[in-house]
Antibody
Framework: QLQLQESGPGLVKPSETLSLTCTVSGDSINGTTYYWAWIRQAPGKGLEWIGHIYYSGGTYYSPSLRSRVTVSVDTSHNHFSLRLSSVTASDTAVYYC????????????WGQGTLVTVSS | SYVLTQPPSASVAPGQTATITCVGNNVGSKSVQWYQQKPGQAPVAVVYDDVARPSGIPERFSGSNSGNTATLAISRVDAGDEAIYYCQVWDPSRDQVVFGGGTKLTVL
């Protein structure tokens, strides 16, 4: 059974960089049809796609976050990561990592989510 | 950018059928995904690729997609179906994932 687990600081100061890692267990991240994604949810709000990456490194980012986001993959450690720079209070959210089944398809496995608060 | 519009809320009596709509320009030409999210939990896929059900999802959950409207139907609703439901598509013209705003389903 595939499992995803987010990890990283729960508190980040304004203007700093948010960094999270998603560790994948139960299968290799090298699956040729899968994309590895980050999605967030601000308190009381809906889901917002941040971006995703193919195992070979091709990336797709939300236009509204593209200038601040980097998603990377480490196949040797079977994990992928999110970096979001110059954070503000509006970046406070639960951050989920997820697996996307294919180019047009859905997110079939999700991590439990991790709350990141931006505050001084 | 592409927009998916869902009603903020819907309500249904136990045992009845709930229908949740997701409206987008020519959404029928796209593959629509549906997720259920209960409080404090991660979303769970309940319908994928317009009409398919993931393993473990009851047959009570069904999807359809045509024209400008995709629909999630939940038959024989019970209290355990209370949740927020989100639709989602991939917009290939802009290479981006789009989520609807979510519909909170209340079982009366």
């Amino acid at each position: 059974q595939l499992q995803l687990q987010e990890s990283g600081p729960g508190l980040v100061k304004p203007s700093e960089t948010l960094s999270l890692t998603c560790t994948v267990s139960g299968d290799s991240i090298n699956g040729t049809t899968y994309y590895w994604a980050w999605i967030r949810q601000a308190p009381g709000k809906g889901l917002e796609w941040i971006g995703h990456i193919y195992y070979s490194g091709g990336t797709y980012y939300s236009p509204s976050l593209r200038s601040r986001v980097t998603v990377s993959v480490d196949t040797s450690h079977n994990h992928f990561s999110l970096r979001l720079s110059s954070v503000t209070a509006s970046d406070t959210a639960v951050y989920y990592c997820a697996r996307r089944r294919g180019y047009y398809s859905n997110f079939d496995y999700w991590g439990q989510g991790t709350l990141v608060t931006v505050s001084s | 950018s592409y927009v998916l519009t869902q009603p903020p809320s819907a309500s249904v009596a136990p045992g009845q059928t709930a229908t949740i709509t997701c409206v987008g320009n020519n959404v029928g030409s796209k593959s629509v995904q549906w997720y259920q999210q209960k409080p404090g939990q991660a979303p769970v896929a309940v319908v994928y690729d317009d009409v398919a059900r993931p393993s473990g999802i009851p047959e009570r959950f069904s999807g359809s997609n045509s024209g400008n409207t995709a629909t999630l139907a939940i038959s024989r609703v019970d209290a355990g179906d209370e949740a927020i439901y989100y639709c989602q598509v991939w917009d290939p013209s802009r290479d981006q994932v789009v989520f609807g705003g979510g519909t909170k389903l209340t079982v009366l």
